[in-house]
Each structure stands twice: as structure tokens, then as C-alpha cells.
């Protein structure tokens, strides 16, 4: 079978993981680099031995393409996605699929009446702990969830938000949540089911930018579970955690203090020195391998003609709770998820 060939829109820090993955799936062929910095276009196509394109529109007429990978700053997502999908391209999208749930509901949306795959970097969902906990919370083995947590404390020095101009602003960045926090909020949707309501506090406590560093939440879910939720980029120096802990009526599990990492593990009848010790035990993860497994995944639902694991749709559930989040803290009430997903 022929590999299917793609156009990687954006060839910045985020497109450099996707160069890196994609040396290593050789089901994919990259035909084709698109970046207004023609020069950041022509150094990524060389290994690959691409063309390269300023312009998304001329890649789209002259390149041979099935697929793109969308690894643009976030506000350009949705309307850079559309485009590919009425050229009838597969579509995978870096994280956020956009900065609005309608927005994401839109593309989801084409791409379902273009019967094209469109897919998602929540690649999260994959890392060996993550993937034991969703495990046991979608098959029922923690019992009905009661509560869960979310904490996000990094660092973000100024000189990162003054490295790129899009960072930090609510046009392109969307702010901590849709930029920062949005992957251990992506496991919480998935672990705990779709949001009801949603109250924050937020603020730019330490850093001069547009949006949010810092944010203080509550969650309602439509099953009756409460979450917390915090997160901030004002940790001084480098990151302290990111955190995931669900509790159930039978039991409770927790990631932490990086999704790679168990913190506990507690399930009737099961060990957790030695689950914990399982997780620890897997082989090291290169910095790529996340990507390469998004990759892999919407490249086996083209060829298969089947759903991604990490599909469009199922990225609209924590879309809508970072929408209803972010407003709330803005807004200062409790937000609604029906008002979000109403536009």
C-alpha cells in the first residue's frame, strides 16, 4: 500500500515534532511544507525532499496531497482545517482543534459531510498511566465517579510569551487553558464524561500578557461528579506538576507529577507497588513519540477508512469545558456547558 502523502502547515516548534515523528512512519510520505517563512518551509522540507510553500493555497492546487497536519499558532486552526477539508484532505490538528467549541463543531462537522478523518493531538490519551486510568474509569472498575482533580503548575518565563507574538493573546493563544492545561482536561472529559457547569476565578498575576496565567475552577458533570480544577504558568523556575486524580465509589487512581507517572493506584484486588512499578518499568519516551503516535493513528484511519482514536469529535467534549472555564473566570459566573454548545 503506498504511504499517504501529506503537507505539514506549519513548520515551527510544534511542526519540528511532527518532522521528527514522521522520519520514523514511513506509511506517510511528506510531500509537501507550507509556512509564510518560506525559508522555516525550505529547511523543513529537505530531508523529506518536499516542495516547499509559502502559501497554503498553492500547496493545495500543485501538491499531490491526501492528508495535512495543521501545526499552526491555535487561532488559525479551524479556518486552516476547513480549507484542507474542501479540498477533501485528511485533517490532523494540533491541539486545540480551535479556540470556540462552535468553532471545532463546525469542522467537525465538514469533515463528516466530506467523509474525511479528522483527527486531534491529544495524544495523552496513549501514555501507558493515562491510559490505565481512563481504563478503569470508562469500564466501571472505579465504580460511579465522585470527584476529581486537575492541578497544571508550570512554568512560563516572560521571555517564552515574547518568543512568538501570537502567545498570550486571546486571538491566538485562547489563554492557559486552551494552550497549557488542555491535554490534563482532556483526560479528565474522558475519564468523567461530558461537563454540565463550570465556575473560575482567573487572573494575569505575573506576566504581561493578554490572557490568563492563573486559574481557579469548579466542575459540575452531567453524572453528578464535582471536579477542582488549577492551573497557572507562574511556578518559578521550571515545572512543579501536572496532575490527574479521579476518585470513585470503589476506588481512586491518579497521574502525577507528570501524565507519565503513577501516583497512586487504588483497586480492590489489585497491587499497587507493582502497578506502579509497571508504569515506571516502560521503555523512556523520546520527545517525538507522542506525536508519532497521533501520526500513526489518523494514518491507520485513512488507509483503514476508520475512526481515530483521537477523532475530531471526541475532542469537543473539553473544548466546551475550556470554553465555559475560561468564560466563567472572565466573567466572573458560573457558565453553563448548554450555553457554550448553543454558540
Known amino acids: 500500500m503506498d504511504p499517504v502523502r501529506l503537507a505539514l502547515v506549519g513548520c515551527g516548534k510544534i ?20 509556512d509564510p517563512d518560506l525559508e522555516q518551509a525550505e529547511a523543513a522540507a529537505v530531508a523529506f525532499d518536499a516542495t516547499p510553500y ?30 484542507c477539508l474542501e479540498r477533501d484532505l485528511h485533517v490532523l490538528v494540533e491541539k486545540p482543534l480551535a479556540l470556540s467549541y462552535r468553532e471545532a463543531q463546525a469542522v467537525v462537522g465538514l469533515a463528516r459531510r466530506r467523509n474525511r478523518v479528522l483527527a486531534v493531538t491529544h495524544f495523552n490519551r496513549f501514555l501507558p498511566a493515562v491510559s490505565r486510568m481512563l481504563e478503569v474509569c470508562q469500564s466501571g472498575r472505579i465504580g460511579r465517579i465522585l470527584t476529581a482533580e486537575v492541578v497544571v503548575a508550570w512554568n512560563r518565563p516572560q521571555s517564552y510569551y515574547e518568543e512568538a507574538a501570537w502567545r498570550g493573546t486571546r486571538a491566538m493563544d485562547g489563554g492557559i487553558l486552551f494552550n497549557q492545561a488542555i491535554h490534563a482536561l482532556d483526560v479528565l472529559v474522558q475519564a468523567a464524561g461530558p461537563a454540565e457547569t463550570a465556575f473560575a476565578w482567573s487572573d494575569t498575576l505575573n506576566h504581561q500578557i493578554e ?5 481557579a ?8 461528579a464535582l471536579a ?6 507562574t511556578v518559578a523556575r521550571a515545572n512543579l506538576e501536572e496532575r490527574i486524580a479521579v476518585i470513585g465509589e470503589h476506588g481512586a487512581v491518579a497521574v502525577g507529577p507528570t501524565p507519565s507517572q503513577l501516583l497512586y493506584w487504588r483497586i480492590e484486588g489489585e497491587d499497587e507497588d507493582a502497578m506502579r512499578q509497571a508504569v515506571a518499568a516502560a521503555p523512556s519516551r523520546t520527545g517525538w513519540q507522542s506525536h508519532w503516535e497521533a501520526l500513526s493513528d489518523f494514518v491507520a484511519a485513512i488507509r483503514n477508512q476508520g475512526v481515530p482514536a483521537l477523532s475530531g469529535e471526541s475532542a469537543l467534549p473539553v473544548l466546551a469545558l475550556v470554553e465555559a472555564l475560561t468564560r466563567s473566570g472572565r466573567e466572573r459566573r458560573v457558565v453553563p456547558l448548554s450555553e457554550v454548545m448553543a454558540g
Open 54 to 83: 509559502a502559501d497554503l493555497e498553492e500547496a493545495l492546487a500543485a501538491a499531490p496531497l491526501e492528508a495535512a497536519i495543521i501545526a499552526t499558532p491555535s487561532g488559525m486552526h479551524p479556518e486552516l482545517a476547513r480549507r
Open 211 to 215: 490572557t490568563e496565567d492563573a486559574l
Open 15 to 34: 511542526g519540528q515534532k511532527h518532522l521528527q515523528a514522521l522520519v520514523h512512519l514511513p506509511e506517510a510520505a511528506l510531500v509537501a511544507t507550507v
Open 217 to 224: 475552577g469548579a466542575v459540575r458533570f452531567r453524572s453528578g
Open 228 to 233: 477542582s480544577v488549577m492551573a497557572t504558568t
